[in-house]
């Protein structure tokens, strides 16, 4: 069974913080990885993407991975209350019908 | 741009009515299409895929069905809810020339059993 790991939080961070978001996964040989966000009520919107190890940042966000250790992370920096929301993480194996396994997200709180 | 539609946006069905849910693709052509559910405290679970007309393969086995009757057209079924279909509905298309391996969300339905 191919897993997608996260602490279901909430996470709270106070405003101007960086929220560090973690993930873990069990297939060694996933390809593509993803972060969503997902506000109350509504449907999951594509934050970032990264396929290859290290650091990709856009704007306020960076995601990191580290396929040794099976690890993906999602740093905001200077948050805002308005990223107070679900981050989901995804991993896909990039097959013929590119299939995407979620975990079942972390709650993030950014406190005014 | 290319829109995911779905409808209705909420639903309210008692147990053991049908079901159908709707979801529409504009701006692409044979998108790869997919049904999740995402119950109250759980991750998303992937239902159905498609990628093409009539082409349907689901991932859990229950009591619903798909149907892709045209290319931009994408229907989830039940005969009879169980109390268990409780959720949020999403249909989502693969991407498409950079992002072939990216999937986008419609907006959703609601469903609850009663």
């Known amino acids: 069974q191919k897993e997608v790991e996260q602490n279901s939080g909430p996470l709270s961070v106070p405003e101007g913080a960086i929220a560090s978001l973690n993930c873990t996964y069990s297939d060694r040989v996933s390809q593509s990885f993803f972060w969503y966000r997902q506000y109350s009520g509504k449907s999951p919107e594509l934050i970032m993407s990264i396929y290859s190890n290290g650091d990709k940042e856009d704007g306020r966000f960076t995601a990191q991975l580290n396929k040794a250790s099976q690890y993906v992370s999602l740093l905001i920096r200077d948050s805002q209350p308005s990223d107070s929301a679900t981050y989901l993480c995804?991993?896909?194996?990039?097959?013929?019908?590119?299939?995407?396994?979620f975990g079942t997200g972390t709650k993030l709180q950014v406190i005014p | 741009s290319q829109t995911i539609h779905q409808w209705p946006a909420t639903l309210v069905q008692p147990v053991g009515s049908p079901l159908s849910l709707e979801c529409t693709v504009e701006?692409?052509?044979?998108?790869?299409l997919y049904w999740y559910r995402q119950a109250a405290g759980r991750g998303l679970q992937l239902l159905f895929y498609?990628?093409?007309?009539?082409?349907i393969s689901s991932e859990v086995p229950q009591n619903l069905s798909a149907s892709r009757p045209q290319d931009r057209q994408f229907i989830l079924s039940s005969k009879k809810l169980l109390l268990s279909d409780s959720g949020f509905y999403l249909c989502?298309?693969?991407?498409?020339?950079?992002?072939?391996?990216?999937?986008?969300f419609g907006p959703g339905t609601r469903l609850t059993v009663l």
């Open positions: 701006g692409t052509s044979n998108p790869n």
């Open positions: 989502a298309r693969r991407g498409g020339g950079s992002s072939t391996d990216t999937q986008y």
């Open positions: 995804a991993v896909g194996n990039s097959g013929g019908y590119q299939k995407v396994t």
């Open positions: 498609s990628v093409g007309i009539g082409q």
